[in-house]
């Protein structure tokens, strides 16, 4: 699967530059690596964050982006569309590169401009070394994912990004960290799959299936459960015990493995 490379500049000479060292980059160490989107404008590359979640995507982003979003703000909402991408930084001002932190951001790299075609070249190594080693330590198995087929496609989805599931009108929405997936069934029906690999999934409510380890807070008076989304999923009062209980279990089960 190639890395997907995004290029935001707002300086048309050096956006080409940049495409030009990593095509070569790409091409002299055999680095599977393809240019989707090159721009001056961050919406597009918003836009592109919220559709093209599937393999790997690396953002190259200019901090001082001359737009009404800069560098960090259209990083911020890439990181919540894309939680898993990697960001590298291109600027002019090497102090900036210390507000990243106050973003919450976890960029992957800096470049300091004028950018060498050595620094893009070590970068995109880097990358591909980093998704590499990320690829073979994931010890995926049929326990671990569960395939949901929504209109013509099939989509394979982790268990553990997973925030929860709420049925609509014989319809479900299943709500993961990166995107909503739709389709028919019941709860009743999804439940067992979910399972499969431990007791992670928690029927809350006649509408709701949530994930033990995305919830946040649990608020007993008001009956809903806080997901790590920020999301609601409501309580029925007959859970309200059982959920004390659910969370007890999970919280032994963590102290057993200490």
């Known amino acids: 699967m190639p890395i997907n490379l995004v290029l935001c500049e707002d300086k048309q000479v050096i956006l080409n530059n940049i495409r030009t060292s990593l ?8 680095i599977d690596a393809e240019i989707c989107l090159m721009t001056d404008n961050p919406k597009r590359v918003i836009d592109y964050s919220r559709q093209y979640t599937q393999g790997v995507n690396a953002y190259f982003l200019d901090i001082n982006l001359e737009t009404n979003i800069n560098g960090l703000e259209l990083a911020r909402q890439i990181r919540s569309h894309d939680p898993h991408c990697y960001i590298t930084f291109i600027t002019g ?4 590169c210390m507000t990243v932190f106050k973003y919450h951001i976890e960029a992957f790299e800096y470049l ?20 590499s080693q990320y690829l073979n330590n994931r010890k995926f198995n049929k326990d671990e994912i569960i395939i949901i087929r929504s209109g013509t496609s099939d989509y394979s ?30 709860l009743k029906d999804i439940i067992n799959d979910l399972n499969k690999n431990g007791e992670c999934f928690y029927r809350c409510h006649r509408s709701y ?12 008076r008001d009956s809903y459960i806080l997901m790590s989304n920020d999301e609601k999923c409501y309580m029925s009062r007959q859970q ?9 279990r999970m919280v032994q089960d963590y102290d057993d493995t200490l």
């Open 209 to 220: 299936i949530v994930n033990i380890n995305h919830v946040k807070e649990v608020n007993y």
């Open 93 to 96: 001002h090497p102090e900036l």
């Open 157 to 186: 989805v982790e268990l553990q990004d997973i925030i929860y599931v709420e049925s609509i009108n014989q319809k479900l929405v299943v709500h993961t960290r990166s995107r909503n997936i739709e389709f028919f069934g019941y």
């Open 240 to 248: 309200k015990s059982e959920m004390r209980n659910v969370l007890g």
């Open 112 to 131: 300091i401009k004028p950018v060498s075609y050595q620094a893009i070249e070590e970068c995109l190594i880097s990358i591909d070394k980093h998704y």
């Open 23 to 30: 095509e070569k980059a790409a091409k002299q160490n055999g």
